[in-house]
């Protein structure tokens, strides 16, 4: 299975909860996670809120950061422009539009707890109960 993967899960890996855990094992769940460069930039904009429900340090935060391409792999704008006019059909805000063109260049789905996202019927979407469910976790 092949997945992007959104901010809010990202966020939600600094987290000792499933999300950690299906990142972290991802590997022997034979999922392939993905995310846009932008996941990246949305953690670090997050990150005084991540230091905080984390109990991590900067230094500590940091190492955490740089681990987590070892479980995304993590893709450039460039890789999946070509696709943003058709994303923006159907993604539900602009700012979403990397995670639905990088899904429809790669033809997976999309991991996230957003409500919204749900809201469209071209990509398949699974929140982290339904991910769990599929994974048999």
């Given amino acids: 299975m092949e997945l992007v993967v959104d901010a809010n899960i990202l966020i939600s890996f600094f987290r000792n909860n499933p ?4 990142i972290i094992n991802s590997n022997s769940l034979v999922v ?3 995310a846009p460069e932008y996941a990246i930039e949305e953690l670090l904009k ?3 809120d991540i230091l905080k ?3 991590l ?3 500590q935060l940091k190492k955490v950061l740089s681990t987590i391409s070892e479980y995304i792999e993590i893709k450039s704008d460039k890789f999946f422009k ?3 006019s058709t994303a923006k059909q159907f993604s539900p805000h602009d700012k979403d539009l990397p995670y639905f063109s ?12 957003e409500p919204g996202f749900k809201k469209q019927s071209k990509i398949k979407i699974f929140n982290t109960l339904d991910l769990k469910n599929e ?3």
Wanted: contains cysteine; aromatic residues 14%.
């Fill in 19 to 22: 999300v950690r855990f299906i």
């Fill in 32 to 34: 392939k996670l993905y």
């Fill in 46 to 48: 997050n990150k005084s």
């Fill in 53 to 55: 429900y984390s109990k």
């Fill in 57 to 59: 340090n900067e230094s």
């Fill in 82 to 84: 070509e696709f943003e």
């Fill in 102 to 113: 990088l899904a429809i260049k790669l033809n997976c789905s999309i991991w996230s707890n």
């Fill in 135 to 137: 994974l048999k976790i």
